[in-house]
T-cell receptor, first 114, second 113 residues
């Protein structure tokens, strides 16, 4: 099992550019989410999805779009990159039913916006 | 909205010392609680979780945590730390079985050989 796969691992963007961070899971998890990790701020939820065709905003959604056309994939789009979006991004997935379901994380994407 | 507080931002211990990391959450209902570990340059991995039953939960690598409902706390403990425990530790809360998980700001643990 590959688990949760994120690509790319590193990316440098110029201000104003757009790009898509890819996330795929092969565990048939219903729930998927995107977090950004910044020093001293922990992980903050950007967007999440409880199943194909269903997405919702998290704590810090501005500047990001998501879609969930399949159970496996949950890409994150940066519409017009800004230096404030420099961060490490993690995708996670889990079962949405049942108590205690743990989240499985991808390896992360380190994004720098210059 | 629920929140999670980790009061220790940076902890430095010598090998074999005992560890306790604090975690408090604000949510009045049923919660699922987690501790995750992030080793340098890696992604988050689950250490342990609590969702019901015995409030003393044992996880991997000798870690344990105690859920005290009256104090809204879920502190992480280890009797004797090793250099390999150097990492950042995150407490997380998931209220009522829904999967919208809130993370604390993390505690960086540095273990000195």
């Amino acid at each position: 099992n590959a688990g949760v796969t994120q690509t790319p691992k590193f990316q440098v963007l110029k201000t104003g550019q757009s790009m898509t961070l890819q996330c795929a899971q092969d565990m048939n998890h219903e729930y998927m989410s995107w977090y950004r990790q910044d020093p001293g701020m922990g992980l903050r939820l950007i967007h999440y999805s409880v199943g194909a065709g269903i997405t919702d905003q998290g704590e810090v959604p501005n500047g990001y779009n998501v879609s969930r056309s399949t159970t496996e994939d949950f890409p994150l789009r940066l519409l017009s990159a800004a230096p404030s979006q420099t961060s490490v991004y993690f995708c996670a997935s889990s079962y949405s039913r049942g108590k205690g379901s743990e989240a499985f994380f991808g390896q992360g994407t380190r994004l720098t916006v210059v | 909205a629920q929140s999670v507080s980790q009061h220790n931002h940076h902890v430095i211990l010598s090998e074999a010392a005992s560890l306790e990391l604090g975690c408090n959450y604000s949510y009045g209902g049923t919660v699922n609680l987690f501790w995750y570990v992030q080793y340098p340059g890696q992604h988050l991995q689950l250490l342990l979780k609590y969702f019901s039953g015995d409030p003393l939960v044992k996880g991997i690598k000798g870690f344990e945590a105690e859920f005290i409902k009256s104090k809204f706390s879920f502190n992480l403990r280890k009797p004797s730390v090793q250099w390999s425990d150097t990492a950042e530790y995150f407490c997380a809360v998931n209220p009522g079985g829904y999967q919208k998980v809130t993370f604390g700001t993390g505690t960086k643990l540095q273990v000195i050989p």
